[in-house]
């Protein structure tokens, strides 16, 4: 909470930023099992696959591509992006 207050954290972002991302900016990450999702300005949020936020970070362009070259993260298949937008629209709502 302090960090997001110091704007050190991007949280206020997390579900605008999913409810507008793109195929190409949701990911999967395997290691965790969760949806990340890439947005503007290098946030990167981190949600449960029930669209639920775990965190929220500004990361470097290089860090993020590491990431995927080095298989943790994948691009979402079609089904968990899917689900993933619907969990989201039902969150945004509520």
């Known amino acids: 909470m302090e960090r997001s207050e110091e704007n050190q954290r991007p949280t206020p972002k997390a579900y605008p930023d999913a409810g507008e991302a793109n195929d190409a900016s949701i990911l999967w ?3 965790q099992s969760t949806i990340v999702v890439l947005g503007p300005k290098g946030r990167v949020h981190v949600f ?3 669209a639920r936020h775990v965190t929220s970070v500004v990361m470097e362009r290089p860090a993020v591509e590491r990431r995927r070259q080095q298989g ?15 969990q989201i629209k039902q969150m945004i709502k509520s």
């Open 29 to 31: 990450d395997i290691d």
């Open 48 to 50: 449960s696959p029930q």
């Open 72 to 86: 943790r993260w994948r691009l979402a298949e079609p089904e968990e992006r899917g689900e993933f937008r619907i």
